[in-house]
């Protein structure tokens, strides 16, 4: 398949720490680490939302991103559910740090979700340390939002991004996928692949030293409207 869906049971197949092995032994080859997907996405889980991700955004935007980088587009998706206090899965935390750009799905709910928001805040300090990191020049974006609903009640810090409006093929439908809207939701997603190609294509060398976030860590607002200061990480 030229995309990749995965959910906890898929990679703990894998295993954290058996990729944790092999990177050590790789390095003990000289092989040097590398990235493992182009693309994680990130949303508020176990809702319609996956379930429009699955059956509607991945394949679309698996196809067109594969013709624009060349080879098989890498997409890491998860759709299990995880549990409120839970601990972060280390497996996802590996996908995250192998990942080269992140693609959040907005929700109003997703701005309640720890889990979401320490993935989201996570690329967001690897953008600020590339940033003050003499030798990467220009300034990576690693972060490309796509808005499923609710834009107008989003935090300052996400509506000062740009984003990708798609609340208007946000249906999950069998009829959706065979209507005509969904041929411009397709030309939609085609033109936002050429973007994000180019981006992958362009991402900054992979560091094992990547910021890993932690959802303990991570401070949810509770009045988008009167309290827009950012979640700390």
């Not at 990177?23 to 990130?42: H, N, P, R």
């Amino acid at each position: 398949a030229a995309f990749v869906v995965c959910d906890l049971s898929d990679i703990r197949a894998l295993g954290a720490e058996v990729a944790t092995v092999n990177v050590e032994t790789d390095k003990g080859k000289g092989i040097k680490e590398d990235y493992e997907y182009d693309i994680f996405i990130s949303s508020r889980r176990g809702s319609i939302i996956s379930t429009w991700i699955r059956d509607s955004l991945l394949p679309v935007l698996s196809n067109w991103l594969s013709e624009e980088i060349g080879r098989p587009a890498r997409i890491f998706f998860d759709e299990s559910e995880l549990s409120a206090g839970g601990r972060y899965p280390e497996a996802l935390a590996y996908a995250l740090g192998k990942s080269r750009l992140l693609l959040p799905v907005f929700s109003s709910s997703y701005f309640r979700s720890q889990w979401s928001l320490s993935e989201y805040h996570t690329f967001q300090k690897r953008e600020e340390e590339l940033a003050k990191s003499e030798r990467e020049v220009p300034y990576h974006n690693l972060i490309f939002p796509v808005v499923f609903s609710n834009g107008a009640h989003f935090p300052e810090y996400a509506r000062a991004r740009q984003w990708l409006d798609l609340k208007r093929f946000a249906a999950t439908a069998k009829a959706f996928r065979e209507s005509k809207r969904f041929l411009e939701f397709e030309e939609t997603i085609r033109e936002f692949s050429s973007q994000l190609g180019k981006e992958v294509n362009n991402a900054p060398e992979y560091s094992p030293d990547w910021p890993r976030g932690s959802p303990s860590e991570v401070h949810i607002e509770t009045d988008f409207d009167n309290d827009l200061s950012r979640p700390i990480l």
